[in-house]
């Protein structure tokens, strides 16, 4: 019932009006991040610059990256929204461990959908890739779609930040990729050109016998813009990205978009305190001019968990992985890893830090590993989802907490009995054990702090109809057909 109230209220002017068309219109359902949009199969779209209709997309696999303007027709019969679908990132592999495609870090996980291919172990250098994805600051991509293609198409496409503009030469760098751009007008730039930071979408032929490390030089389109879609004062929007930056307790970025949050700010799966540079949430709310964005609800597109732990160099599989507490966390081309601690590994025990996300799978993807001094077991710290309650001990990533001895507090930080702890404690709410003591023989947390933070993942809700939209679409919906002896305006 929802989705055709949502129809009839926003794409009533899209549908046809003679019988046979209306004989024909299905509805498809769109998942983007959670929130559900039903729209006629009939809505023109653009799928990777290329005029076709909504009902192009069934059958094929998730993942691709959804741009909607749908405010700018409201209310205009005749008119229709404006969907665009798009590919992030077209090239050949250039590494393979960790995997980069045109010297962009790509992450894999159990909830990007694989076509062409079966596993990351599949592929080799050379290998055309289409992806679709997010891009983060530090030149990787979070792919949501990922296709193996039989052999490598006429265009390559690259959007990502400038790691280095050398106007000299002339050529800039994307991630770990440099581009010629001699001879290239670059367009849309403050300042006519593009800063270190800068957000590009750059368009070149492609080059027969690519080799990594070679310099792309068939440049024929190289523009500023941006990961998310700008906004004007009042409107609303449902926008998806990876942070690039954090100045301060109350705001976030995510390209040139500030994002400010407060008291009342709905957080779903983490807390303002997870909010770091390369973590992916999408966010809800309302722009307060072009490029600054008032949050109603921030969710972090996956549950988050970290972990402070001693750690012994074994713990360490030098860029692949590591483990506290012996739960295995994989390295992200997402990770923040300031002391090398992952790249290179321990040289002697250390407690260190993990930040994480964990995939539909299970598995987790580091976001951020820190040194946090000389080993401590006596001053542990872990917080995650809880898996399992069996008072007076709960799981978190097959961890035991054993609360006989611990504190507890709500949300709010004041102090609460074991009783209400529990009684308010239900499965997949976010805990958070402070300064607790770590039993390696048993694999035990004991005592500490214990905060139950809440944060419960809500089931998919109706998009809200005249919103920005700008995310990775989960689902393209089935074409049911409606209405089958016509359609009359109410």
Not at 63 to 77: H, N, Y
Not at 274 to 302: K, N, P, Q, Y
Not at 373 to 401: M, N, S, W
Request: aromatic content about 8%; proline content about 7%.
């Amino acid at each position: 019932m929802i989705s055709i109230v949502c129809f009839i209220g926003l794409f009533l002017v899209a549908i046809g009006a003679s019988s046979a068309e209306a004989e024909d219109t299905h509805l498809q359902t769109l998942s983007v991040n959670g929130r559900l949009y039903t729209l006629p199969s009939t809505t023109p779209i653009l799928l990777d610059d290329e005029a076709t209709t909504l009902a192009a997309l069934l059958g094929r696999a998730p993942g691709l990256q959804l741009r909607w303007r749908p405010s700018t027709v409201a209310g205009t019969r005749g008119g229709t929204p404006e969907l665009v679908f798009s590919y992030t990132l077209i090239g050949t592999v250039t590494a393979v461990k960790p995997l980069q495609v045109l010297g962009q870090g790509v992450t894999i996980t159990a909830d990007t959908a694989l076509e062409g291919f079966d596993s990351v172990e599949d592929l080799a250098i050379g290998d055309a890739m289409i992806i679709a994805g997010l891009v983060d600051a530090n030149g990787s991509l979070y792919a949501t779609l990922v296709e193996r293609r039989g052999a490598q198409g006429n265009k390559y496409l690259v959007n990502g930040y400038v790691q280095t503009f050398a106007v000299a030469e002339p050529r800039l760098q994307v991630g770990e990729q440099w581009f010629d751009t001699s001879g290239i007008g670059i367009t849309d730039c403050p300042g006519g050109a593009p800063a270190n930071g800068a957000y590009m979408t750059l368009r070149a032929d492609s080059i027969p016998g690519f080799s990594p490390g070679d310099v792309i030089d068939t440049l024929v389109e190289a523009a500023c813009a941006s990961p998310v879609p700008p906004g004007t004062a009042g409107a609303s929007g449902f926008l998806e990205g990876i942070i690039t930056a954090v100045p301060d307790e109350q705001t976030f970025a995510i390209g040139p978009l500030l994002i400010s949050h407060g008291v009342d700010t709905v957080f779903e799966y983490g807390g303002p305190d997870d909010l770091g540079e390369g973590v992916d949430v999408s966010i809800e709310g309302t722009f307060a001019d072009t490029w600054s964005f008032v949050a109603d609800s921030i969710e972090f597109v996956r549950p988050m968990t970290r972990f402070e732990a001693p750690m012994q160099p074994q713990d360490i599989t030098p860029g692949q992985s590591l483990r506290p507490f012996g739960v295995a966390v994989a390295h992200s081309a997402q990770v923040r890893d300031e002391d090398g601690i992952l790249a290179d590994g321990l040289t002697s025990p250390t407690q260190v830090e993990v930040r994480a996300w964990i995939d539909s799978s299970g598995a987790l993807h580091a976001t951020r590993v820190r040194e946090r001094g000389d080993p401590d077991a006596g001053q542990v710290k872990l917080r995650g989802p809880v898996e399992q309650i069996t008072p007076p001990t709960f799981l978190i990533q097959g961890l035991l907490v054993d609360s006989s001895s611990a504190v507890f507090l709500d949300g709010d930080a004041n102090p609460i009995t074991a009783k209400a702890f529990f009684e308010a404690l239900r499965i997949n709410q976010v805990v958070n054990v402070n300064d607790a003591v770590w039993h390696a023989d048993t694999g035990v947390l004991t005592g500490g702090e214990l905060t139950s933070l809440g944060y419960d993942h809500t089931a998919p809700v109706p998009g809200k109809p005249g919103a920005i939209v700008s995310g990775s679409v989960t689902d393209y919906g089935r074409g049911d057909a409606i209405f089958g002896n016509g359609f009359q305006d109410p």
